[in-house]
């Protein structure tokens, strides 16, 4: 039986790490609206200490929108969204700066400036810090281009890269702040399916390098069971699912298995609910 909402906690990264853990992110009972249109409903779910936890769900199901809310860069209609015991939907700005410092961002369309070095879109999140020299900035981006494996790209620009050039400079750029959250918005779109496996072996090594807890939306669902702890499935505004890969492999609810094998046939794609 696929888990419900309410045993979600439960899931494989929790029992490994022990039941005592806080989570680092609790969405609980969250509603959204855009223009009289429901985006979410009552979404609920936690993220454990460390966990690879992946979003999954058709185009148009929410995902970005709720990434969007965990950066609080929108607000929930109702319910909480706490990140490290704070509810995020009553912080003012200063509180939300403070905890956004603690999140890295890939956003799917993370364009780079394309008029700035390689080295500054690193470091551009530290632009406007008085307290570390030239020398310790310098020293965290080529740590981090080591790290993304483009060691001594420094001085190139945005127009010398490929695409999974960028994309690596993207992650790299999120790390700059020592983010103990990274949040990644369909990290292997637009990519081939070689270059796509290696942002993901990245995004590992990123959470083993920083033991940051991980959120990864995608559509993809091959690179998303490839890495991810546990998955929450969104349809219909709403969440399905929030199980292992293994378990919605093995899942013969309808609606999981037509999204994890891919069919054009089925509940997913009848008549919206
Ligand atoms: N700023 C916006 N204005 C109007 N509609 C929006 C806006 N952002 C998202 N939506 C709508 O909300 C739904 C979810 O969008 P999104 O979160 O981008 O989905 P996904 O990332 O899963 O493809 C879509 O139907 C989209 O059209
Ligand atoms: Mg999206």
Do not use: W
């Not at 439960?10 to 806080?22: I, W």
């Not at 993220?47 to 929930?76: D, H, N, W, Y």
């Not at 492999?249 to 794609?269: C, D, H, R």
């Amino acid at each position: 039986m696929p888990q419900t909402v309410d045993q979600q906690t439960t899931g494989a990264a929790t029992a490994e790490a022990g039941d005592m853990q806080a989570p680092v992110v609790s969405v609980r009972n969250v509603f959204y609206n855009i223009g009289g249109n429901e985006v979410l409903h009552d979404i609920s779910f936690d993220v454990m200490p460390g966990e690879i936890f992946g979003i999954m769900g058709m185009s148009g199901s929410g995902k970005t929108t709720l990434l969007r809310l965990l950066m609080a860069l929108i607000q929930p209609d109702s319910g909480e969204i706490v990140v490290h015991g704070e509810d995020i939907t009553k912080l003012n700005e200063d509180g939300l700066n403070r905890v956004r410092s603690n999140m890295g961002m890939c956003f799917q369309y993370a364009a780079l400036f394309d008029s700035l070095t390689v080295r500054a879109n690193v470091a551009f999140a530290l632009r406007n810090r008085r307290d570390l020299s030239v020398e310790e900035i310098d020293r965290r981006v080529g740590d981090l281009l080591d790290l993304v494996d483009m060691p001594g790209v420094q001085d190139r620009m945005p127009s010398d890269l490929s695409g999974g050039m960028k994309k690596r400079i993207g992650i790299a750029r999120a790390l700059i702040e020592h983010p103990d959250l990274m949040l990644y918005d369909e990290p292997s779109s637009g990519l081939d399916p070689v270059v796509a496996a290696v942002i993901t072996g990245l995004i590992r090594s990123v959470r083993d390098e920083f033991a940051s807890t991980t959120i990864i939306v995608s559509h993809d669902v091959a690179s998303l069971f490839s890495i991810a702890d546990r998955v929450l499935m969104l349809h219909g505004h709403r969440v399905v699912v929030i199980d292992t890969p293994e378990a919605m492999m093995a899942s013969e609810e309808p609606a999981i298995a037509q999204f994890v094998k891919g069919e054009t046939v089925g509940p997913l794609t009848e008549a919206a609910p």
